[in-house]
C-alpha cells in the first residue's frame, strides 16, 4: 500500500472568539470556542501545574489568562466575548489577564445557572 501524504492543517483564523470560564472553589476552566461552537483551545489550574488548593486561586485565574491569551494569538482573535460560571474567585482574575493581555470584550455574561426553587432540601437535623 502506497504512502499517502497529509496535506498540512491549515490554522483557522477568527476575528471573535467565546471565552467560557468554569470557576469552582477547588479548580478554574477556560475554554475558547468559535460563534459556532467548535472548541479552538483549552486551559485549567491543573494543566499549569497548580496543585490542591492553589487552583481556586485568583493568581491561578489569572496564569489560566494569560495562557490562553499567548495561544490564541496565531488564530487572529481580536475582541471576546466572555461567559462566566460559578462562584468560584479565579474568575474575574481571567478577565482582568486577557484585557490586560490586548482583547477587547465585548460581552461579559453571567451563565450560572440558578435554581427557581428547585430540588427538595434535605430533612432537618436532629440533635
Given amino acids: 500500500m502506497a504512502y499517502v501524504k497529509k496535506s498540512k492543517k491549515s490554522r483557522r483564523l477568527v476575528e471573535t472568539a467565546i471565552v467560557h470560564i468554569k470557576s469552582s472553589f477547588n479548580n478554574t476552566l477556560a475554554s475558547v470556542t468559535t460563534l459556532e461552537g467548535d472548541v479552538l483551545l ?17 493568581f491561578a485565574g489569572s496564569q489560566i489568562g494569560a495562557h490562553l491569551a499567548k495561544e490564541m494569538t496565531p488564530f487572529g482573535v481580536k475582541t471576546v466575548e466572555v461567559n462566566l460560571q460559578g462562584p468560584g474567585s479565579g474568575r474575574d ?35
Fill in 42 to 58: 483549552r486551559c485549567s489550574a491543573g494543566r499549569l501545574s497548580f496543585k490542591g488548593s492553589r487552583k481556586g486561586t485568583p
Fill in 93 to 127: 482574575s481571567v478577565v482582568r489577564a486577557l484585557q490586560a493581555s490586548g482583547f477587547t470584550i465585548s460581552v461579559l455574561r453571567d451563565v450560572t445557572p440558578l435554581p427557581h426553587n428547585g430540588c427538595r432540601a434535605p430533612k432537618k437535623r436532629r440533635m
